[in-house]
């Protein structure tokens, strides 16, 4: 079975601030990580994977986010937050083998990031 | 491209009604999913689709029905609809089978179902 949490419903940061926003995984198997930002009334956008090799992963719009086996963590991370940056992130996770070729994803339940200016 | 449209946006059902969403993707993926969101709960899913012709179920499949007569569609139906279905439903596409790109998931903007 795979999981993933993420501990905080909300960070509160201020614009420049760097900004992390955590997420931990458990699978049974090697972990393919996931990261969607959900802005108000819209679907949800990729932002960035980690699937394999380098442990810093970097992607849209400034993100980036470090992928830490031994923590099973996955920790999205920005460098300075903007206020447009405020919406709400989801961590997902696959294990490598999730059956049925279906690739699911499961997804954490979400932190609500607030960039204050 | 169009990416993965949802038809309609919002919808207001009486307790017992029945209804259909669509979801059509316009990126030739041959993974569908419908999930749905409620506050504290993320996204659960609820049915997927691995090709045309072929559904199974998810997390939360209990009152809904799914169809995939088509690859660029995958149809969401409640049959009775009940105040526990009042959520925000979103579909899902991926696996590109010509690029080879297998995980990455692509959402619509959603459905905001209401039953009263």
């Known amino acids: 079975a795979q999981s993933v949490a993420q501990p905080e419903d909300q960070v509160n940061v201020a614009e420049g601030n760097p900004l992390t926003v955590k997420c931990t995984y458990s699978v049974s198997g090697n972990p393919y990580l996931f990261w969607y930002v959900q802005y108000p009334n819209r679907g949800l956008q990729f932002l960035l994977k980690y699937i394999t090799g380098d442990n810093l992963v970097k992607g849209s719009y400034g993100f980036e986010a470090e992928f830490n086996k031994s923590q099973t963590s996955f920790h999205l991370k920005k460098p300075s937050a903007l206020v447009s940056d405020s919406a709400l992130y989801f961590c997902a996770v696959r294990d490598w083998y999730s059956g049925a070729g279906s690739y699911q994803l499961t997804f954490g339940k979400g932190t609500k990031l607030s960039v204050i200016p | 491209n169009a990416g993965v449209t949802q038809t309609p946006k919002f919808r207001v059902l009486k307790t017992g009604q029945s209804m259909t969403l669509l979801c059509a993707q316009d990126?030739?993926?041959?993974?569908m999913y419908w999930y749905r969101q409620d506050p504290g709960m993320g996204l659960r899913l609820i049915h997927y689709s691995v090709g045309e012709g072929t559904t199974a179920k998810g997390e939360v499949p209990d009152g809904y029905n799914v169809s995939r007569l088509k690859k660029q569609n995958f149809l969401l139906g409640l049959e009775s609809a009940a105040p526990s279905q009042t959520s925000v439903y979103f579909c899902?596409?991926?696996?590109?089978?010509?690029?080879?790109?297998?995980?990455?998931?692509?959402f619509g903007p959603g459905t905001r179902l209401t039953v009263l």
């Open positions: 899902a596409s991926s696996y590109d089978h010509r690029t080879g790109e297998t995980d990455t998931q692509y």
């Open positions: 990126m030739n993926h041959e993974y």
